[in-house]
């Protein structure tokens, strides 16, 4: 994931340089001015920027990037939390305060890589030597059958695909999947609840049921997950 950081002041990039080091998921680029964005007319997934730049105010590069039809994150930092209601005609994602800077940095980041995964994931499948894709978020679970699996989607729709094992399905390390039983894979980005009697509650109030052997691993990835 790449992400644009905005910050004029040499001290606080560094702090943010130093949390930003503990994601080895984010490709960082770092500028320490307005016109030094835009000549680099680098393109971001998120965008994070000071909102008291001194050769352009930060409100006004997020609304310049909205009307050039940026569409993803932008994230705004300050010492004053008055800028905040003003922040909402650009839609941001976040609003981080410097004076906790360390902690909703590092707490925004996580949502960000979140919010990318779930937004960007793919399920890749080969079918009559072509291959096709569909967005992981919109998957609830995948249950196996003969000759390969049914996918179940959000919108309670579900499609059959012939040759796609559950293997293959996990060997795509897809960010929130997690196998519950022989024949089945989760979302954990849809799970409601887990019940009591080893089934767990998806949306759409789907209960499945998870196997003896798989209930510690199965709580061991959920936890970490959350904490995510």
């Not at 001290?11 to 964005?37: C, G, Q, R, W």
């Not at 981080?96 to 919010?115: A, H, N």
């Not at 729709?157 to 024949?183: D, M, P, T, W």
Request: aromatic share 14%; net charge negative.
């Amino acid at each position: 994931m790449k992400i644009i950081f905005i910050e004029d002041t040499k001290e606080d990039m560094e702090l943010i340089k130093n949390i930003v080091e503990k994601f080895h998921e984010i490709t960082p680029l770092y500028f320490l001015s307005a016109a030094e964005f835009y000549a680099s007319e680098e393109e971001a997934d998120a965008v994070i920027l000071d909102i008291d730049i001194p050769d352009e105010n930060g409100l006004l590069i997020a609304k310049k990037l909205r009307e050039h039809d940026y569409e993803g994150p932008i994230v705004f930092v300050s010492w004053y939390q008055e800028y905040e209601h003003e922040s909402f005609n650009v839609h941001p994602f976040r609003f981080v305060r410097k004076d906790k800077l360390d902690v909703e940095m590092t707490i925004c980041l996580k949502e960000l890589i979140i919010d990318f995964n779930r937004r960007n994931g793919k399920l890749f499948y080969n079918y009559e030597n072509k291959s096709f894709y569909f967005y992981s978020y919109d998957i609830l679970y995948i249950e196996r059958e003969k000759n390969g699996v049914i996918i179940h989607f959000t919108d309670n729709s579900e499609k059959k695909i012939r040759g796609l094992s559950l293997q293959i399905v996990l060997n795509q390390y897809i960010y929130g999947f997690h196998q519950i039983n022989k024949s089945m894979i989760i979302n954990f980005y849809h799970v409601i609840r887990y019940s009591m009697d080893d089934t767990i509650i998806l949306k759409n109030d789907i209960a499945l049921e998870v196997s003896r052997n798989r209930r510690k691993s199965l709580m061991s990835a959920y936890r970490e997950f959350r904490i995510r």
